[in-house]
């Protein structure tokens, strides 16, 4: 299957309409959960964003961007160094000395390879978020939930210290369908001390906020 078209044609207009009609929806989820707007941070994931409309999105207003891929966090990163980066990708091992000072925090640790280069070439202030498969799901990337607390404890061994998870629930028909998925990232952040929950994308990240996500990676619902 292609990729989808990169997205230009741009208004700071447009975007910036786009981007007042998400954060009410998010602070109407936040309330839901007795939390305040502040409490959930915006992530505008850009991967299908093209260079040239990054300023637009910056002038509207987003100031935390989140991509997918190494060379184009690179790529992008060189032309706008003062926005809020996270890597929100599957993460290489051998792409991690390039990405870490980079970013602010990476959303998708899932592997020793990767916690053994974080080790060696991880920043003081870089976060890191670990990637629970959340659904046991075959052949897709994440700890199994039962597997979370020794790699917690691996990560600890390499001086490395997870403050959150971040999960990407099972293809869902619905919203509501992810819901279930959702709160079990919750108690699993919760049972592990951990704070962030980077869960929830353009199709639900309302539901995810309901049940306790602090970062949404929002795409298409801001450029559309």
Same mark, same amino acid.
């Given at each position: 299957? !292609? ?12 975007? *910036? ?9 998010? =602070? !109407?989820?936040? *309330? ?18 093209? &260079?040239?409309?990054?300023? $637009? ?38 792409? @991690?000395? =390039? ?10 640790? !899932? ?12 920043? /003081? ?8 498969? @959340? ?10 939930? /039962?597997? &979370? ?6 990560? /600890? ?13 099972? %293809? ?7 819901? %279930? ?32 996500? $602090? ?8 450029? %559309?």
């Amino acid at each position: 299957m !292609a990729p989808p078209p990169l997205v230009t044609g741009l208004t700071v207009e447009r975007v *910036r309409a786009n981007l007042r009609e998400v954060q009410e929806e998010i =602070a !109407a989820a936040a *309330r839901v959960s007795c939390r305040t707007p502040d409490d959930v941070e915006l992530l505008a994931a850009v991967k299908y964003v093209a &260079l040239e409309e990054l300023g $637009t999105l910056v002038e509207a207003g987003i100031t935390l961007f989140g991509e997918n891929r190494a060379q184009e966090l690179e790529r992008k990163h060189a032309e706008h160094p003062d926005v809020t980066w996270d890597f929100i990708g599957q993460l290489q091992s051998r792409k @991690v000395k =390039a990405i870490a000072p980079l970013v602010r925090r990476i959303h998708s640790v !899932a592997s020793d390879s990767a916690l053994d280069q974080l080790a060696k070439h991880g920043h /003081g202030a870089l976060e890191i978020y670990v990637e629970v498969n @959340v659904a046991e799901e075959e052949g897709k990337a994440g700890i199994a939930p /039962g597997d &979370l607390a020794a790699f917690i404890d691996r990560a /600890g061994g390499g001086g490395l210290h997870p403050t959150g998870l971040m999960t990407m629930p099972p %293809r869902a028909e619905t919203a509501e369908d992810s819901r %279930r998925w959702f709160a079990a990232a919750r108690e699993l952040a919760h049972a592990h001390d951990l704070h962030g929950l980077s869960m929830g994308t353009t199709q639900d990240f309302a539901v995810a906020v309901e049940e306790g996500a $602090t970062c949404v990676r929002v795409g298409s619902r801001l450029f %559309r």
